[in-house]
């Protein structure tokens, strides 16, 4: 069995996403799809699974060209996609989640869904309760439950979109040991990704795709630089962060006794310097957030006592702490950080401190060229958030951070970004503190933690276990510390 | 309470449980139909003055489906193909049918008409107290309560109704799975719309017999109330009826008794209701009903995620 796409071409206005691509997929295969953000690696993977019909080009399945007129047709043509963020339906069981559009036959019965979902768990070592809502599984778990689903449907062909960005480090070794035994079984299972390593661990072939061509196909393992040299153009500058003796006074002071049930740790107490970026590691859901949420005046279920500059803030809201030149970046760029069907041009005016009552439009037009053209953004003024890709809503979130933060919150600040992208948003952030912002932030990844910060916090279950200084950790550390191991 | 009252209690509350019910359906599948009011009305006097000109109360009723499922078949069309605001055009329609029924409806104000007559259930009629409150009434008090009935199993027991959610809760997802997401909708806003229907002839033919100008007293926007109050579940929002339809009947009985009381009863149930909407979304409340499964669900009720936002795939 084998996958063949023969000259997919996909466009949309002047953007040519997909540019003429032909590839074979054989079945058993893990095969990789790299690029660097914008590259049409989604898009590829919309055209396959149906949610994107291709101006040309065809796709054959065992020689047989197939009808991939919408993501059901795909389905049935056996071709199952996983989204970053799974399409599953939040308040449903999980067992009514898999029937939900499943063929009204004798083999698609609750019943036997819940026999396969069983039969799954035990096999894939996944532990799902085919009662539980879904709401109240991991994104993991979320996941699992979909390629469980897509394999009862039938799918031979398992594609994944950026399976790894929001899962956890165990929940991803599990993720692939899943593929692995799929395409063991003779699924061909396409991953899409623009990190390096993920791909060089997983995949057997992989695709690097560039400003939507084909740049090759290499088998794996190979030179991760061979792989950098195909998906950029330029060269990649060595990155690090110089020594931290220059941090300036202390920024920020946190105490409290506030304890609830996010937060468990009853006493915070910590403080920040001008300059100072602190990474904040953990477990999704470890409490990292709360931490931020809280420093950003968000939420106060963890800290009461907030002193920015030796001035009590612990009363000030959100929107009064931004005047101190607070700022807070959610992970969730689409529901939190973005609004949909705006353009940049009206995101920039949206975030602009300017408050007359008049829109200066050129002005934010003007601006939001120029955030394009800094942040290197595939985009036009008028673009919305949807026509972006991932690696440029993250962009655009950067350029809308006010200018001169004193005190920058992030989570995840690269996550979905390709690694020169990350880099280059590092320098920036890095420029930042050199002009006296302190940066805090939550990561699950480790590289990224280690490289750039001063200190990194370890978060567990709410609480935080241990303090780092940077050389201190190390990658064994860091997951044993995640793990709540000492 | 007598057997007597409690009768009345449910036959007066006949209209608002199908209006109730035929907006819950609508909304849960992800689109709000405001009309309620007007549409109520409307087919309200089109059910009275064809089943006054035929002289049968069934071609009435017809009538008056009809009537409210067109009022939502524009609904369905403005917001789900043309994508307009759904609540503009709903409160537009409201206006549009209140004045559509007061001026067609000029020839037939307070004529005496047809009216469906009494049909107790032989057998269960004789069950002390419940035989008297519940089966010595008319069909269509019998099928508004069958149809909360249906209606539940309907969709929390089929594939069907695991559909019905799905379009309403998370319509790109529904989409994805190959169910076909505005045709469903456009089913439901007009099947919901049609019950509406049956709420306004309940009125006109049994509840409050005849026809004149604003004769529905502004039930249809009780019932928006009440679909909100019920959680968008058919039992709850019928239990929500019953209940509005108890403090109505109170009202009257205690009249002589204790005006004062009296007078306040009618708009008690507004505050009662956001009352008992905070109560139940209060933190403590949700963690004790978190716990309670199918029971608690009921209890905490949700409005579909999707509700009011129009689907179009690219
Ligand atoms: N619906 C759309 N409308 C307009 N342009 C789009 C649309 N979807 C994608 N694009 C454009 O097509 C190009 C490829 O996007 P795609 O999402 O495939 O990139 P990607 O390789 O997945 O990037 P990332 O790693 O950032 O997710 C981008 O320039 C993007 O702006
Ligand atoms: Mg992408």
Redesign the interface.
């Known amino acids: 069995m084998s996958l063949q796409l023969r000259s997919i071409t996909k466009t949309f206005g002047p953007i040519v996403a997909n540019d003429s691509l032909s590839l074979t997929i054989e079945s058993g295969e893990i095969h990789g799809l790299l690029g660097e953000n914008g590259a049409g690696k989604s898009t590829l993977a919309k055209v396959l699974s149906g949610?994107?019909s291709p101006d040309s080009g065809t796709v054959e399945l065992d020689d047989e060209q197939l009808k991939l007129s919408?993501?059901?047709?795909a389905?049935?043509s056996g071709i199952g996609i996983l989204h970053q963020e799974p399409?599953?339906?939040?308040?449903?069981s999980a067992v009514?989640n898999m029937?939900?559009?499943?063929p009204?036959d004798g083999n698609h019965t609750k019943d036997l869904a819940e026999e396969h979902l069983l039969k799954i768990c035990e096999q894939f070592n996944f532990s799902i309760d085919p009662l539980i809502p879904v709401q109240k599984l991991s994104v993991g778990e979320r996941q699992q439950l979909e390629i469980a689903r897509l394999l009862w449907l039938g799918a031979r062909v398992l594609i994944l979109d950026e399976p790894t960005t929001a899962i956890s480090g165990s929940q991803r070794e599990n993720l692939f040991q899943t593929i692995r035994s799929l395409a063991e079984a003779g699924m061909s299972v396409i991953f899409v990704s623009h990190k390096l390593e993920e791909i060089q661990e997983i995949c057997s072939r992989v695709t690097v795709l560039r400003q939507g061509r084909i740049m090759g196909t290499k088998h794996l393992p190979c030179p991760t630089s061979d792989l950098i040299d195909l998906m950029f153009d330029r060269e990649l500058e060595p990155q690090g962060r110089k020594s931290s003796d220059s941090l300036g006074s202390i920024c920020l002071e946190l105490c409290g006794q506030k304890v609830t049930t996010h937060f468990e740790s009853g006493k915070v107490d910590m403080t920040f310097r001008t300059g100072e970026i602190v990474g904040l590691a953990g477990l999704e859901g470890a409490g990292q957030r709360d931490l931020l949420r809280s420093i950003a005046g968000l939420d106060d279920t963890v800290t009461e006592g907030v002193f920015f500059r030796s001035r009590d803030i612990g009363d000030d809201s959100y929107i009064h702490r931004m005047q101190y030149g607070f700022h807070y970046l959610p992970a969730d760029r689409g529901r939190e950080g973005l609004v949909d069907g705006l353009t940049i041009t009206e995101h920039v005016a949206l975030a602009s401190p300017q408050r007359s009552i008049a829109t200066d439009w050129k002005l934010s037009r003007e601006e939001s060229k120029k955030i394009i053209d800094k942040f290197s953004i595939k985009g036009t003024p008028e673009s919305v958030p949807a026509s972006l890709s991932g690696g440029n809503q993250q962009r655009l979130l950067l350029g809308l951070i006010p200018d001169n933060p004193t005190v920058l919150l992030m989570e995840h600040p690269t996550r979905g970004l390709d690694i020169e992208s990350a880099a280059w948003v590092w320098k920036y952030l890095m420029s930042l503190t050199e002009e006296g912002t302190t940066i805090l932030f939550s990561s699950s990844d480790f590289d990224e933690l280690m490289t750039y910060c001063d200190r990194i916090f370890v978060f567990f279950e709410g609480a935080i276990i241990q303090e780092l200084a940077s050389v201190e950790a190390t990658t064994e550390r860091l997951g044993s510390l995640l793990g709540g191991v000492k | 309470m007598e057997a007597a009252t409690v009768a009345i209690i449910i036959a007066s509350s006949t209209p608002l449980v199908f209006a109730a019910l035929g907006e819950t359906l609508t909304e849960k599948s992800g689109v709000v139909n405001l009309s309620l009011d007007g549409s109520m009305l409307l087919s309200a006097m089109t059910g009275f003055a064809s089943a006054y000109l035929s002289g049968s109360v069934e071609i009435g009723l017809c009538v008056a489906m009809f009537t409210s499922a067109t009022v939502a078949s524009v609904v369905a069309f403005a917001g789900i193909k043309l994508r307009l605001n759904q609540i503009a055009v709903g409160l537009v329609l409201t206006y549009f049918a209140t004045k559509a029924s007061a001026l067609f409806g000029g020839d037939f104000v307070r004529k005496p008409g047809p009216s469906i007559q009494k049909m107790s259930i032989p057998g269960l009629e004789e069950i002390p107290f419940v035989g008297e409150a519940v089966f010595q009434q008319n069909p269509l008090v019998y099928l508004s309560i069958v149809l909360g009935f249906v209606l539940f199993v309907f969709m929390f027991k089929t594939r069907r109704g695991l559909d019905l959610h799905a379009i309403g809760d998370r319509p790109e997802a529904a989409f994805s799975r190959g169910i076909n997401v505005n045709l469903q909708r456009y089913v439901y806003t007009i099947l919901g719309g049609a019950l509406v229907g049956l709420g306004g002839a309940a009125f006109s033919l049994d509840a409050k017999m005849g026809w004149s100008d604003g004769h529905i007293a502004n039930y249809g926007w009780i019932a928006l109330a009440i679909v909100i109050f019920g959680g968008w579940h058919p039992l709850r929002a019928m239990f929500g009826c019953y209940l509005f339809g108890l403090i109505q009947v109170s009202a009257l009985e205690l009249q002589p008794v204790l005006p004062d009381l009296a007078q306040v009863l009618p708009i008690a149930p507004f505050p009662l209701m956001i009352v008992a909407l905070v109560f139940i979304n209060l933190r403590v409340v949700h963690s004790v009903t978190d716990r309670l499964g199918s029971i608690g669900s009921l209890i905490r009720g949700r409005a579909p995620s999707g509700l009011g936002e129009s689907f179009w795939p690219d």
Do not use: T
Request: proline content about 5%; cysteine-free.
């Open positions: 949610f994107v919408s993501p059901s047709a389905v049935s399409l599953v339906f939040l308040d449903f009514d029937l939900v559009g499943s009204r």
